[in-house]
């Protein structure tokens, strides 16, 4: 049997007959916890925010309370904005839009909640273009919570104001990039501010304090407010609290999200157990932990992994793939990272050297072309990546798309940099013998045995 | 600072009152200005960080990477303090990303590596991404020899490509407004044009379109970039994408001749670099002087010179005969003017004087007219030029020198056009010296010019009524004199000479000073134009302790002085 999941976010989301209609979520106790917010102080939220240990879901994983505590609200004169950053452009991420489509009141919720602990009266959703569904959903939801002054003047007769606007993102990857995002949102081109001095939380939309928030985030701030902090902070893991939403796609029997504690499942426990196992029954060969842009995983490989003792003082452990628990820090002693929860698997009839060139060509197209390296460092790997899946490989193509990598990867703006770069230097360090092959124009398939061989 | 244009930038120039910090500078320590960009910190010390984007007058892009250096701050202890060295400098802790210089700005204790290994092997990594798409147009570029991808390729580049892609391939000759064609293949996306059309000539007309290596620079659909100070996006540009539709294609730059100068177009007095070749002048380019124009000038300005190879230029001295026109001998010319202008009593002479002569021709009037006039004052008066001032670099008064006229006691502004007008007509005037300027210009038609009884008409481009003067005396434009011009803000700068005068044009303060000569000056031979200011300085209190040599290239301010004459 699969470890049952623990449904935070999502203990509503398909249960049979729940709608996203506002009287539905109030059945289910809806709103409840904001009555419960307007009552404490918004210092005393953010306090909970911190104790809860919580830490951003949209990739960073930054914790959230000490985010919100960079706003000194004791000497700032100008307006406050709370973004919900719903743009999701991550591949391999489908989560936020489980939330929006199946229970927005809950997001919004959340929304106003945070809103009103970070003093701002004016908040946006802002939601990817395409999403059209989910903007349509969340117009609806929000004229509701407005309808019963959930929303709006003096919500809930607390004498706190607030409006929440959905904005429709212009479709780029970059727009889901928290400074790209308030300049899309000023009504410019997304290019990413250059940090410093633009520190959203001090120089943020219109040059205001602005906190840009996850969607998944900011439900679980919700649930940090009705749990208390501690409480909340029991769930997961130290460092590591909380529940997280893992959106499995690639070669598993059951692709989809699910929503565990924080290191409560291995990597195994995931794919085998409550995935179904992978696909045809074959091997495992790879795995991406956060998104795409995150660092590949080979399955065979043994990871070195820092770990406590008793008496305080730290030990490296080997571990195999399949035994890393799914949280921040295990994770990132990996070397790759938990990002954005999207887990992409890849089973070994998997062309790593395609499988990379295919993430190449959605960076190289997403690439905002405003720092040289990415723009062009970007087109230039995936053009590489395509010759060489193309039967025109050389022997110093790796090398080279290595260096590449490398001359992007901490020379940009924004992370963008790293995301374009990150699965170019993991595969080609990972899987080097596929690209050699490829190079030599031998099928990069017949090189590498499946590693392994569990079943579900 | 009192730049006639205010920047919204400056990037180079801290506030005097800024305190100074200690920064160590490839592992010297300096101090620096608070606050000053990084790039100029280098600079300042002798060091450079290659740069595209950053400009010290816009805003900061950050996004061409060029200028990433290696930084370290004071490694701070338990109590975050920073720890001390033997010599009691804080010691380093080193950052493990580079960081970009142009938008990093002096704090205490920060430490700076313009050349490590890293910083080489990211400006290598930097020029090699700028590469791979430009295209290597070199040969037909008009930017080649002043190409900022062309010197640091040698530079900092790594010396060959490992590009075997094919490129990406971008648009050629788009046309951007009336002045400037954009070769987009060559565009490295700066966008320093973009912030320049923004934040200094306020026509946001122009910006990126498409993503990653595709990102092309455009004009929004339906506008042109026509801003009169469009061309400054062409000196801006660190390669040759955007291109003066004036200058492209017509000269290589090395070949091009340089001479310091000022525009004398309107009354602001921009300091520019007349490039030339073989006695012609192909461009003009701004020439920083933070006092008066910082790093721009007008498009008006900058093609306004087109005017001194127009074949209607007069290029030698001539008479009038029976209605025909003889050229004349210098010698016999200037015999003639000067005889025929001490036939006339003083009252009956009229000098008809141009307020875009430098002050030292002015002087040579002003003398000219006290020989003739023998203790009568002769009747002179400036043309007015008005145009009107656009709040940036265009001022409302339209020559170049006029504070000079007023200093050296030349007209009355403009004023007595009429009176002169109705003097010619009452036969109160008899003898008309027009030095560079056309009397049809203000209203002094042929009719009014019949009445004289002798008119010498001295200068570049004849008006209608020329076969009225009797006598011809070719001068020189701006780029083929020197001399000074006081501006509007009354500031004295020099004027170069960069070419020669066509055919037996001479320069006019020759001219003014044989006529002298011929007149009856005795006490002085100039032989020179410092000469002739340090005469002027000797005469007119206003430059009284000035010497040729002290004005310097960037000129100097007179206006309190000015103010003190009630001039400014």
């Known amino acids: 049997m699969p470890k049952a999941e623990y449904r935070l976010i999502l203990k509503h989301a398909d249960e049979p007959g729940y709608t996203v209609d506002i009287d539905c979520y109030l059945r289910h106790g809806g709103y409840q916890v904001l009555k419960k917010a307007l009552a404490m102080a918004p210092d005393q939220i953010i306090q909970e925010v911190k104790i809860s240990g919580l830490r951003g879901r949209g990739g960073a994983g930054f914790p959230t309370g000490v985010k919100w505590g960079f706003i000194n609200h004791e000497k700032n004169t100008k307006p406050v904005y709370l973004l919900c950053n719903a743009d999701e452009s991550e591949p391999g991420t489908f989560k936020d839009r489980q939330i929006i489509y199946k229970d927005p009141h809950q997001l919004i919720e959340g929304m106003v909640i945070s809103a009103y602990a970070n003093r701002a009266h004016l908040a946006y959703i802002y939601i990817r273009g395409e999403f059209a569904k989910g903007a349509e959903i969340l117009e609806k939801a929000l004229a509701e919570a407005r309808e019963r002054n959930f929303l709006g003047k003096n919500i809930l007769g607390s004498g706190y104001d607030l409006e929440i606007y959905v904005f429709r993102g212009a479709g780029a990857y970059i727009c889901g990039e928290e400074t790209g995002l308030i300049e899309s949102l000023e009504g410019k081109r997304a290019y990413p501010r250059i940090k410093p001095p633009y520190f959203p939380a001090v120089l943020g939309l219109y040059m205001c304090p602005t906190i840009v928030n996850n969607v998944e985030t900011l439900c679980h701030v919700k649930h940090i407010v009705e749990m208390g902090g501690a409480e909340y902070a029991r769930i997961g893991t130290p460092n590591n609290t909380g529940t997280r939403i893992w959106c499995v796609s690639g070669d598993v029997n059951k692709p989809g999200y699910y929503e565990y504690p924080c290191g409560a499942i291995t990597f195994g426990e995931l794919l085998y157990e409550v995935c179904g196992g992978i696909r045809n029954g074959n091997k495992l060969k790879a795995v991406i932990p956060g998104g795409s842009s995150a660092k590949v995983l080979r399955a065979d490989k043994k990871y070195k992994i820092p770990r406590k003792k008793e008496d305080g003082s730290t030990e490296m452990i080997e571990m195999g793939l399949e035994d890393i628990p799914l949280d921040f820090d295990t994770v990132a002693a990996t070397g790759s990272m938990s990002g954005s929860g999207g887990i992409i698997v890849m089973d070994h009839t998997r062309d790593m050297v395609e499988c990379l060139r295919n993430i190449a060509e959605f960076y190289a197209h997403e690439s905002c072309g405003q720092c040289t390296p990415c723009r062009e460092g970007s087109l230039w790997m995936k053009k590489m990546l395509d010759r060489i899946c193309s039967g025109g490989g050389r022997p110093e193509d790796s090398k080279l798309l290595l260096e590449v990598a490398n001359h992007i990867a901490g020379r940009t703006i924004c992370a963008f940099g790293e995301a374009c770069a990150w699965p170019v230097q993991s595969f080609v360090e990972m899987f080097g013998e596929e690209f050699e092959a490829k190079q030599r124009r031998e099928s990069s398939l017949e090189i590498l045995e499946p590693v392994t061989t569990r079943t579900a | ?568």
Not at chain 2, 501 to 509: L, M, S
């Open chain 2, 1 to 568: 600072m009192s730049a006639l244009i205010k920047n919204p930038f400056n990037h180079d120039l801290p506030p005097l009152e800024t305190p100074l910090v200690n920064v160590q500078l490839d592992g010297q320590w300096v101090k620096v200005p608070k606050g000053l960009n990084v790039i100029e910190v280098a600079k300042r010390f002798g060091k450079f960080i290659p740069h595209y984007c950053y400009h010290p007058k816009l805003s900061i892009a950050g996004n061409c990477r060029m200028c990433l250096f290696e930084m370290g701050m004071p490694k701070l202890d338990a109590n975050r303090k920073p720890i001390m060295d033997a010599e009691g400098m804080p010691v380093i802790n080193w950052l493990p990303r580079p960081q970009i210089a142009c938008a990093t700005q002096a704090t205490e204790g920060m430490a700076i590596r313009t050349s490590s290994k890293l910083v080489k092997d990211c400006q290598e990594g930097v020029m090699e991404f700028l590469l791979i798409n430009h295209p290597l147009d070199c040969p037909i570029c008009d930017q080649a020899g002043e190409c900022r991808l062309q010197e640091y390729a040698y530079d900092f580049g790594k010396g060959r490509s490992r590009f075997v892609e094919e490129k990406v391939k971008k648009p050629k000759r788009v046309d951007f407004g009336p002045r400037i064609i954009l070769d987009d293949e060559r565009c490295i996306l700066c966008s320093r044009c973009i912030r320049f059309a923004r934040e200094i000539a306020k026509q946001d007309v122009i910006g990126f379109v498409n993503r990653g290596s595709y990102s092309t620079l455009t004009v929004y659909p339906g506008k042109v970039f026509d801003s009169n100070y469009s061309l400054n996006t062409v000196d801006i540009c660190p390669v040759g994408a955007l291109t003066s539709k004036d200058f492209r294609f017509k000269m290589r730059v090395w070949f091009l001749r340089e001479a310091k100068s000022i525009c004398t177009d309107c009354a602001t007095g921009c300091n520019i670099i007349i490039g030339s070749r073989e006695n012609v002048v192909y461009r003009l380019t701004p020439r920083v002087n933070e006092e008066v124009n910082s790093h721009w000038m007008c498009d008006q300005g900058r093609l306004g010179f087109h005017y001194i190879h127009s074949k209607r230029r007069v290029t030698e001295p001539a008479s009038h005969l029976n209605g025909s026109l003889f050229p004349l001998e210098w010698s016999e010319a200037l015999r003639t003017v000067a005889q025929r202008l001490m036939e006339f009593p003083p009252s009956e002479i009229a000098f008809l004087v141009s307020a875009r002569l430098t002050c030292e021709e002015l002087y040579l009037v002003k003398k000219l007219m006290e020989t003739l006039g023998k203790g009568t004052e002769i009747f002179s008066e400036i043309v007015p030029r008005k145009g009107v001032a656009d709040g940036l670099l265009r001022s409302a008064d339209l020559n170049p020198n006029t504070k000079g006229a007023i200093s050296i006691g030349i007209g009355k502004e403009g004023t007595r056009i009429e009176e002169l007008k109705n003097k010619i007509r009452a036969k109160e005037i008899n003898c008309l010296f027009a030095i560079h300027e056309n009397p049809e210009e203000v209203g002094i038609q042929e009719d009014i010019l019949s009445y004289l009884s002798f008119y010498v008409w001295q200068g570049l481009i004849p008006g209608p009524a020329v076969h009225k003067a009797n006598v011809l005396l070719a001068g020189a434009s701006f780029a083929e004199k020197s001399g000074t011009m006081i501006n509007i803000a009354g500031r004295l700068q020099k004027l170069h000479k960069a070419i020669l005068c066509p055919g037996r044009a001479r320069e006019d303060w020759r001219i003014l000073r044989d006529l002298l000569l011929l007149v009856g000056l005795k006490e002085r031979v100039f032989e020179k134009i410092s000469d002739v200011f340090d005469a002027m300085s000797k005469e007119i209190d206003l430059f009284d302790s000035l010497s040729w040599n002290t004005v310097g290239d960037l000129g100097i301010d007179l206006s309190q002085k000015l103010k003190n004459r009630s001039i400014l």
